[in-house]
């Protein structure tokens, strides 16, 4: 197993609150439970490709990490 953690942090705007949240455990698992769900939500108004494409773009602007 590998353990490790994350952290997340978002300024408050006019369409969001303030928040920030850190978490520990198992994060690939969690990586990829949300990339599971953001590719079912995604899945429901698109069709595979676009969903597939809009989900990984997301998840990389989630990460932090640039595209290539």
Partial sequence: FSFGAG????????EHVGIGISNTGMGEDIMLNLLAYKLSQNLQKEDIDLALKDTIENMTTLSGRKKQ
Avoid: L, S, V
């Fill in 7 to 14: 952290c997340w942090a978002q300024n408050e705007t006019k």
